[in-house]
């Protein structure tokens, strides 16, 4: 019998030699004592930066158990931080950064610790999960700095910090059982933030994540002739559950959103309808749910799950 045929389109990516990183410096003594502070894990930046230790300090509060921080009181001290370190700036106590770049850096910054901590939410724990979205709502509210000012109602850098977050969870030295969970959490805050978004006329910015992994998870089926359809299993078991996750958080927000987002949105091989999100593709979705929840390749929990999302896809349009 002759081999099956290969695709380049339908290979896997190899594994990504990281080698070059090195290997992170054990922490000193003093970075310990640090992170012991903390209920959650901080990020390494944080560990020599007061002011990047106060971002964590800030939302380690708010959202450590048995707090009593609520989220405005903790948007306003965001706020209070950023002025603060302005004050530092001009008066010449720290020279973490010119005033000019205070703006882009303190931002970028705070959101990197925020999603850093948002990855540590449990997915199921909306509690905890909704408390973080309403703090940025909460920081929306807050008027805009009258010197280097930030435009706080926007939540400048906050896309950076949550692509890099995203890059940053796979190219880290945990075990991959680990990544998987910072994925799923990480991706569970982005869709309750998507659906607060939708609720508050805020936009759909956030829903083009969901759409991302919805497309990478049900539009690209190696060819049927090819190795790789035949040992696609594990790939659907690692991409299924991020999108399964989607639908169930957001799947009412996105049946609704009607609009073309870019060519970035295009979609994967087996969706040739237009760019960005439509009924159509949503139809399209559902059909391949159904259809994979019959995949042998596929594990038991993959099905089970496929099977659920396609007829909560079905009652969302009846509805």
Known sequence: MDELPQYVADEYEPTIDLSWRGRPEPLSALQISVQEQFHFEIDRFAL??????????????????????????????????????????????????????????????????LFFIAKQLPAKDEQLQEKLVDFLAFLRK??????????????????????????????????????????????????????RAKITGVGTSDAIWGLQILSGALENE???????????????????????????????????IDKYIGSYAAGGRK??????????????????????????QA????RRVCKETARLMEEIERA
């Open 48 to 113: 020599d930066w007061d002011v990047g230790q106060e971002f964590f300090r800030i939302l380690d509060d708010l959202l450590c158990p048995q707090s009593v921080v609520e989220p405005q009181s903790a948007a306003a001290a965001i706020a209070e931080l950023y002025s603060s370190t302005l004050r530092r700036i001009l008066d010449g106590t720290t020279d973490c950064c010119e005033e000019e770049d205070l703006p882009g850096s303190f931002c970028y910054n705070f959101f990197y610790s």
């Open 222 to 256: 190696p060819d049927p002739r090819s190795k790789a359809y035949q040992t696609q299993g594990p790939m659907l078991d690692e991409t299924i559950p991020l999108a399964a996750q989607w639908i169930k958080l957001c799947g009412e927000q996105i049946f609704e």
């Open 271 to 296: 969706w040739k309808g237009k760019q960005g999100f439509c009924l159509e593709r949503w139809q399209f979705w559902r059909r391949r749910f159904s259809e994979i929840s019959e995949f042998e």
């Open 142 to 195: 807050i008027p805009t700095t009258s010197r280097a000012k930030v435009e706080w109602r926007d939540l400048p850098r906050l896309p950076w910090a949550a692509s890099d977050i995203k890059n940053d969870i796979w190219i880290s030295d945990a075990e991959d059982e680990r990544k998987r969970i910072e994925e799923l959490n990480f991706h569970a805050f982005i869709a309750r933030q998507t659906v």
């Open 299 to 302: 594990s038991d929990e993959t």
